[in-house]
């Protein structure tokens, strides 16, 4: 019975931290590195005016958010969830780079 009340708790010398809190402090660092680096990236996108580009990650940013919440919220393997998100955008992606430079190609020929 003991183990089981001390299974979550990880000791650092004589503290002894719950592991959810050391995987919200991780989490919560990783996020911080996301943003900064997101948000130089959006600068340079939005500096270079690309919009299809900046609507991109943002969409990626929703899908795969949805994804994940889906595969929490349905207690389901989140990796057939994301597999299906990622192939999705993949397809996202490719369209938007191929739709406007098709549509360029038949405005030449007219």
Same mark, same amino acid.
Request: with cysteine; glycine share 4%.
């Given at each position: 019975?003991? %183990?089981?009340?001390?299974?979550g708790?990880?000791?650092? #010398? %004589? *503290? #002894? *931290? %719950?592991?959810?809190? /050391? +995987? !919200? #402090? *991780?989490?919560l660092?990783?996020?911080?590195? /996301? +943003?900064y680096? /997101? =948000? @130089?990236? +959006? =600068?340079?996108?939005? =500096? @270079?005016?690309m919009l299809?580009? !900046?609507s +991109?990650?943002g969409?990626?940013? /929703?899908i795969?958010?949805?994804?994940?919440i889906l595969?929490?919220l349905?207690?389901?393997?989140a990796?057939?969830?994301? @597999?299906a998100g990622?192939?999705?955008?993949a397809?996202? #992606?490719?369209?938007?780079?191929?739709?406007p !430079?098709?549509h360029q190609?038949l405005? =030449?020929r @007219?």
């Open positions: 019975m003991e %183990n089981m009340l001390l299974s708790i990880i000791t650092i #010398g %004589n *503290i #002894g *931290i %719950n592991s959810v809190y /050391v +995987y !919200l #402090g *991780i989490m660092l990783c996020s911080a590195a /996301v +943003y680096m /997101v =948000k @130089k990236l +959006y =600068k340079w996108a939005i =500096k @270079k005016q299809r580009f !900046l +991109y990650i969409a990626s940013t /929703v795969i958010s949805l994804t994940i595969a929490v349905q207690e389901r393997d990796w057939q969830f994301l @597999k990622i192939q999705s955008l397809f996202l #992606g490719i369209s938007l780079a191929i739709f !430079l098709l190609f405005l =030449k @007219k």
